[in-house]
């Protein structure tokens, strides 16, 4: 993007190394130290392997504190997900939402947009900053103002959790959607 040039230009000005990956050798490729050059179609299987690796090598096969910190902090990872049945097995459906909830969590405007994750306490929470949060109601003070913090809905500092397995009930078997043809696997 021409807008970000000047960023790229000056990150390798700085020591940065940087890899294009691009099927053509394109205007990027040229200023690359790398050049990664995937058949036609195949960039988003390649992306799927690269967030493998991240995900296998910084979260399940050892625990590095800056990766989960910017996972909880920065991503949906903490949000949770509905589970429902279909043909007999478990899929995942959509965001668990404040609405689903008898009393919203206590945040009734907008609350079909309010994401929920667990606490650190194991509590559902509303953290704020989803996009239930950007639109401005009557009772909204800070209109608009929708940045993922670590406050719930009220205010209150809150520490979101990445998984609730060591505090479950049940572990459930859950069918992931197979894109490469076949019926889907397990």
Not at 58 to 79: G, I, K
Request: proline share 5%; glycine share 10%; net charge negative.
């Amino acid at each position: 993007r021409s807008p970000d040039a000047h960023f790229f230009v000056e990150a390798r000005y700085n020591g940065t190394q940087t890899v294009g990956i691009s099927p053509d050798y394109s205007e990027l490729s040229k200023l690359t130290d790398i050049w990664l050059h995937p058949k036609q179609g195949t960039d988003g299987a390649m992306a799927m392997a690269m967030g493998h690796v991240v995900l296998r090598e910084f979260f399940l096969d050892r625990q590095v504190e800056y990766f989960r910190d910017y996972a909880r902090r920065f991503t949906d990872l903490p949000m949770l997900v509905r589970l429902v049945e279909r043909d007999g097995r478990m899929v995942p459906d959509r965001y668990l939402r404040a609405s689903d909830f008898a009393d919203s969590l206590g945040t009734p405007e907008h609350a079909e947009w309010k994401t929920v994750g667990f606490d650190a306490d194991g509590r559902p929470v509303v953290p704020h900053g989803s996009i239930g949060f950007r639109w401005p109601g009557k009772d909204s003070a800070d209109a608009k103002k929708w940045n993922l913090e670590e406050k719930d809905a009220g205010g209150v500092d809150i520490r979101l959790q990445l998984s609730a397995i060591d505090a479950r009930d049940a572990a459930l078997d859950v069918a992931f959607p197979c894109f490469a043809g076949g019926d889907g696997g397990g």
